[in-house]
Each structure stands twice: as structure tokens, then as C-alpha cells.
């Protein structure tokens, strides 16, 4: 395993994957918890279409690309659901499949649109240049800072939603506006990287493995982050051995953490069941 870090490609790469999977574990916690894990795929493909969007004008692709995900942050946060016979993850799945349509429709109308697709979905963490990497870092690296400053604000927040009691006083609005905010940034630079599908997996798989197999909210903090950087190196390694694209080769091994976690819960369980 550790020839393949003798290459300086597969190096940056693992430091893309660790930086990018230990801000998202965190923040997935946030996001299973508020039961919102399409928020994802749909700041990710809005983020998309504003790469789509910047190809199809020949726009700047980072500003338009932020542009249209903070516009996308400030919507999804600002949603209400009254209706009790509706759920906030059915409007978001809806934006997520708009936002989809049309990156597919504005990109088959670019000159390499497969190709174009292809990278949109999974990304090519193996060819991240050295200064986006250094950006990503600053910006996840500030992201982090500012979320352990206000950890127990935002996580009030978190808890509020997840016990369906969400507030209408401002400064409930504004920590919940940052947390989509510092979302919707994160994955601006974490799709350029690693593409919309890997980086719904390090989002979300990691704090769902984790609470599968513990029931305690400190552990569950430790190991997601953990689960994000072993299943980046077991992923780029799975890559590098049978010369697979990465990102699926991640979100692959992803799944095999999924599935060990779940035969995890299900042994205790049965144990426990079995013990009454």
C-alpha cells in the first residue's frame, strides 16, 4: 500500500480526501440528524449548474459556481413546512432533481458533454491542481475553526429540528442560514474535487456507519472523521491497485463500510433480543 504514495499525484489526492471527508463527517452528523440528507445532492448539483451554467455562457466557473450555491443555501434554509403532511426531504429531493435536469440539459450542449457528465457526478481527485487543493484546505480549514468557536449554538440548532421543534426568533434563523451557509461553501470546493456523487457519500455514510454501531453522540463524533480518512485510503487504494476511476472506487469502499456497520447492528440486536 504505501508504494502508491510514493507518487506526488496519489499524495495530493489522499490530502484532498482527508481534508474534504473529516469538514463533511462533521457536518453530516448535522445533517442525518435534522433528517436532511438530500441537502447534499442538491447544494451539489446546484452547484453543478452553476458549472454548467458558466460553461454554457463561458463565465468564470468558481464565482458563478458559489454564486449559485449560496443562492441555493439561502433558499433551502429558508423553506417551511407547514403541512404536516409533507417532509422538507420531499422539497429538497424536488430542487435536486430540477437542478439535475437542467446541468444535464446545459451540458450536452457543451463540446465533451459525456465526459462532462461523468465528471460532474464523480470528479478527478487524482488530478486536483496543488493551488485548488490549497484553496479547499484554507476554506474547510476556516469552516472548521468557526464551527468548533460556535459548536454548541449550531448544535442547539441541530437538536431543535431533530426534535421538531425549529424556532422563529432571528438568531435561531441565522445559526440555521450558517450551517447551510458553511455547507453549501463546502461543497462548491469539495464537488470541484471529488464530484456530486462521493461527496454525498463522505457526507453521509460516515456519520450513519458510526451510529449504527454506537449509540453515544461523543463516539459518534470520533468515528465518522475516522471512517472518512480509512475509507479514503483503502479507497485510492482500491484505485490504484486495479486502476479504477477513484471516486467510484471510494463511494465503493463506502459501501462495504455501510454494509460492515450494518451486520454490526444487526449482531447486536439479535444479541440483545436474544438476552430478553
Known sequence: MLEMFQLPFMVQALLACTVMGL??????????RRG????????????????????????????ISITFTLAGAFLLSMIRIHDKRLRLEAIIGIIYALASAATVLLISKTAH????????????ILAIPTNELITMAGVFVTLGLLHMI??????????????????TDFQFRFWNFFFYLSIGLAIVFAVRAGG??????YL????????LV???DKVVAILAPTFSVLVSIFGLYFSYTFDFPAGP???????ILFVLCSIVKLGRYKKNAAGE
Open 150 to 167: 460556535f459548536l454548541k449554538r449550531i448544535f442547539r440548532v441541530t437538536e431543535a429540528f431533530r426534535k421538531g421543534q425549529p424556532q
Open 249 to 255: 472506487s471510494i463511494v465503493a469502499v463506502f459501501g
Open 196 to 201: 456530486v456523487i462521493p461527496v454525498f457519500s
Open 113 to 124: 458533454g459525456e465526459s462532462d457528465i461523468s465528471e460532474v457526478l464523480f470528479g478527478n
Open 214 to 216: 454506537t449509540q453515544r
Open 204 to 211: 453521509v455514510i460516515p456519520p450513519v456507519a458510526a451510529i
Open 23 to 32: 469538514l463533511l463527517a462533521y457536518l453530516g452528523i448535522h445533517v442525518v
Open 36 to 63: 436532511i440528507v438530500f441537502v447534499d445532492l442538491a447544494l451539489g448539483q446546484i452547484s453543478s449548474l452553476g458549472v454548467a451554467f458558466a460553461s454554457f455562457i463561458g463565465g468564470a466557473l468558481l464565482p
